[in-house]
Nanobody, 117 residues
Framework: QKQLVESGGGVVQTGGSLRLSCRAS???????????PEWYRQVPGKEREFIAR???????EYSDTVKGRFTISRDNSRKAVYLQMNSLKPEDTAVYYC????????WGKGILVNVSS
């Protein structure tokens, strides 16, 4: 049975760090390896915002708002994708979504990140 497990959100102070993860189960590793996982975030009342994507093992792309502070990575053996978030700011507060981890176009339910000032 296919399943996506999301974890890592919470409340953190300005300047702190969090690591988000999305892990797929029920799919074979070679299928996951071919995916290009992505992270997005959304604040209520605003459009969903692209954050980062990773294709292959190390080919990454970031939005300008997080470049240099966030790092996307993947562990193909675990069928997981991660988002390491450092130097967090209050404007990073949002619900974060992983996509293309369980299947192309499949979105996670979202992980709440709250950065307090």
């Amino acid at each position: 049975q296919k399943q996506l497990v999301e974890s890592g959100g919470g409340v953190v102070q300005t300047g702190g760090s969090l690591r988000l993860s999305c892990r797929a189960s029920g799919i074979i590793t070679s299928v996951f390896n071919a995916y290009t996982p992505e992270w997005y975030r959304q604040v209520p009342g605003k459009e969903r915002e692209f954050i980062a994507r990773i294709s292959g093992i190390r080919d990454t792309e970031y939005s300008d708002t997080v470049k240099g502070r966030f790092t996307i990575s993947r562990d193909n053996s675990r069928k997981a994708v991660y988002l390491q978030m450092n130097s967090l700011k209050p404007e990073d507060t949002a619900v974060y979504y992983c996509a293309n981890v369980l299947a192309p176009g499949y979105w996670g339910k979202g992980i709440l990140v709250n950065v307090s000032s």
